[in-house]
């Protein structure tokens, strides 16, 4: 997937995307933060407005997409570029972990990684900001922030490898 970015002097930022079909998508950030979202069916087409967003709803609408709320199919490396370096991953705590039964503190993940645990989910519960009194179970998913390089060091950690 290619994704193209321009600047707008005076509006924002355009990203155009290849989309498998050979059309492309095209999103353009507006300085006041409103979306436009338009589909150009070739590289020789006109763009077709589909529609706009304001910023709140364009970012609610960005987290449903990126899989925040709910992600239909686990894949091994869940993760989202949140800029720059810094990415938010989830990381699966299997049967054989090091971390199983241990507490957060326990375990100096943040020491050892670099990467922060900012929640857990546990079955259908999410455990928000963990403490480091927070014992962590085999089948937990540790959602964690760090730089690619935390992040891979607190996979690595998790999974014993």
């Known amino acids: 997937m290619t994704v193209y970015e321009s600047d707008l002097p005076g509006v924002g930022k355009k ?4 989309v498998p ?3 492309r ?8 933060g409103h979306r436009e979202v338009f589909l150009r069916e070739t590289a ?12 709140d709803l364009a970012r609610r609408v960005g987290t449903i997409l990126e899989g925040a709320y ?12 949140l800029g720059g ?10 049967e054989e ?3 199983a039964g241990r507490t957060l503190a326990d375990s100096d993940l943040r020491a050892e990684t670099g990467a922060s645990i900012v929640a857990i989910e546990r079955g259908d519960e999410v455990l928000p900001s963990p403490g480091g009194e927070t014992t962590v179970h085999a089948g937990d998913m540790l959602i964690a922030v760090g730089s690619r390089d935390d992040c891979d060091a607190l996979e690595s950690w998790v999974t014993g490898e």
């Open 15 to 18: 990203h155009e995307i290849d």
């Open 21 to 23: 079909d050979g059309s």
């Open 25 to 32: 998508l095209v999103v353009v950030t507006h300085n006041d």
């Open 44 to 55: 020789d087409s006109d763009s077709e407005k589909l529609f706009e967003l304001p910023d």
């Open 70 to 81: 709910f992600q239909p199919v686990r894949s091994e490396d869940v993760a989202t570029l």
């Open 85 to 94: 370096d810094t990415m938010l991953e989830w990381v699966e705590v299997g």
């Open 97 to 99: 972990s090091p971390l």
